[in-house]
C-alpha cells in the first residue's frame, strides 16, 4: 500500500517554463489537496478536489492549474514558472474531513 | 474562515525534559483540530486529532494535546521528549463538516531536542 505518490521528488525550472506535478493515491480516498510549504508560512492550500471531475481554488490558486483526471490522480500544472513559485508541494488526500490527511512526500521545486 | 497561531517557531529543549508547544486559532463555527509533525525531508503524519468528547487527546508516541474551546487553544505536551521528537510539528484546523475538508496550518513549531 503505496498511500500518495508524488513525482518527481526535486524539479529545477528556468523562469517561463512549463511543468506538471503529478500525485496518485491508492487509498480509494474522495478528496485530494495540493499545498505549497515556504519556511515561516506553514502549508497554504493551492487548489482542492472534493470528488472526480471537480476542482477548487484555495488560499494562493494564482499561477497554477489542477485536474482531476480520475480518483486516483490529481495532477499540478504550472504554466509559465516564476521565482516566486519556487516552493516544496505537497499532496495528500483524505476520505473524509474527520480522518486527517495522508500526505506525499512532496516534490522541491526551484526556479531560477 | 479559520486562522491558526502557533506561538512559538522554535522550541529547545533537553532530552527528557518536558515540553509544549503552543496552538490558538481563530473560527466563526465549529472546528476539528489536528496537530501534524514533519521529519526532516518528509512528509507530514498524523499526530493527533480532537474531533468531538473528551477534550483531552493522546497520541501513540507519548504526547498528547487539550482543547479548551474558551480560549480556543490546542496545546501540545509531551512529559519526556526523546532525541527522535526532533522535528517540525504544524497545528491545523478544518470546519466541522463531511466531504473536503480545507486544512488552516499555523506556521510551525521547529522542536530540537539537546542531549
Known amino acids: 500500500n503505496a498511500g500518495v505518490t508524488q513525482t518527481p521528488k526535486f524539479q529545477v525550472l528556468k523562469t517561463g517554463q512549463s511543468m506538471t506535478l503529478q500525485c496518485a493515491q491508492d487509498?480509494?480516498?474522495?478528496?485530494m489537496y495540493w499545498y505549497r510549504q515556504d519556511p515561516g508560512m506553514g502549508l497554504r492550500l493551492i487548489y482542492y478536489?472534493?470528488?472526480?471531475?471537480?476542482?477548487d481554488k484555495g488560499e494562493v490558486p494564482n499561477g497554477y492549474n489542477v485536474s482531476r483526471l480520475n480518483k486516483r490522480e490529481f495532477s499540478l500544472r504550472l504554466e509559465s514558472a516564476a521565482p516566486s513559485q519556487t516552493s516544496v508541494y505537497f499532496c495528500?488526500?483524505?476520505?473524509?474531513?474527520?480522518?486527517?490527511?495522508?500526505f506525499g512526500s512532496g516534490t522541491r521545486l526551484t526556479v531560477v | 474562515a479559520q486562522s491558526v497561531t502557533q506561538l512559538d517557531s522554535q522550541v529547545p529543549v533537553f532530552e527528557e525534559a518536558p515540553v509544549e508547544l503552543r496552538c490558538n486559532y481563530s473560527?466563526?463555527?465549529?472546528?476539528?483540530l489536528f496537530w501534524y509533525v514533519q521529519y526532516p525531508n518528509q512528509g507530514l503524519q498524523l499526530l493527533l486529532k480532537?474531533?468531538?468528547?473528551?477534550?483531552l487527546v493522546e497520541s501513540i508516541n507519548g504526547f498528547e494535546a487539550e482543547f479548551n474551546k474558551s480560549q480556543t487553544s490546542f496545546h501540545l505536551r509531551k512529559p519526556s521528549v526523546h532525541i527522535s521528537d526532533t522535528a517540525e510539528y504544524f497545528c491545523?484546523?478544518?470546519?466541522?463538516?463531511?466531504?473536503?475538508?480545507?486544512?488552516?496550518f499555523g506556521q510551525g513549531t521547529r522542536l530540537t531536542i539537546n542531549p
Open positions: 473560527s466563526s463555527v465549529s472546528v476539528y
Open positions: 480532537y474531533l468531538s468528547g473528551s477534550t
Open positions: 487509498m480509494n480516498h474522495n478528496s
Open positions: 495528500a488526500s483524505s476520505l473524509d474531513g474527520d480522518y486527517g490527511y495522508t
Open positions: 478536489s472534493a470528488s472526480e471531475g471537480t476542482t
Open positions: 491545523a484546523v478544518s470546519e466541522v463538516g463531511r466531504g473536503a475538508q480545507k486544512l488552516v
